[in-house]
């Protein structure tokens, strides 16, 4: 019988990775995270004035990272990135995600 021996994540372990971030979600090894803590794009780039069930305008971002073509194009990355939480995750991890009523139907439908 072999030994398994895991990944080692202490050197990622206290650090900001800066980057894409399925690539970098895609450096850590599986079932090694107790939490994940998302604040992903809310995709508000999209034609015409976005407002708040009050009427008044929302101020949306205007950065690419904010920026998809089409809400398949969006629903295509939060599918990528949500996997990736997934397998990164121990089994009893937890999955913390920020979002606004813009956004977070969407994620859950998912």
Same mark, same amino acid.
């Given at each position: 019988?072999? +030994?398994?021996?895991?990944?080692?994540? !202490?050197?990622?372990?206290?650090?900001?990775? +800066?980057?894409?971030?399925?690539?970098? =979600?895609?450096?850590?090894? &599986? !079932?090694?995270?107790?939490?994940?803590?998302?604040?992903?794009?809310?995709? =508000?780039?999209? &034609?015409?004035? =976005?407002? #708040?069930?009050? *009427?008044? #305008? +929302?101020?949306? +971002?205007?950065?690419?990272?904010?920026?998809?073509?089409?809400?398949?194009?969006?629903? *295509?990355?939060?599918?990528?990135?949500?996997?990736?939480? #997934?397998?990164?995750?121990?089994?009893?991890?937890?999955?913390?995600?920020?979002? &606004?009523?813009?956004?977070?139907? !969407? =994620?859950?439908?998912?």
């Amino acid at each position: 019988m072999g +030994v398994v021996t895991k990944p080692d994540i !202490r050197p990622m372990l206290n650090q900001i990775l +800066v980057g894409d971030c399925i690539a970098e =979600l895609k450096k850590i090894p &599986s !079932r090694s995270i107790d939490v994940v803590f998302a604040d992903p794009p809310y995709n =508000l780039q999209l &034609s015409g004035d =976005l407002t #708040r069930p009050d *009427q008044s #305008r +929302v101020d949306g +971002v205007d950065n690419d990272w904010d920026k998809f073509d089409t809400f398949a194009a969006y629903d *295509q990355f939060t599918r990528e990135w949500m996997a990736q939480c #997934r397998r990164v995750l121990k089994d009893n991890g937890t999955l913390w995600v920020i979002g &606004s009523y813009h956004n977070i139907f !969407r =994620l859950c439908r998912l």
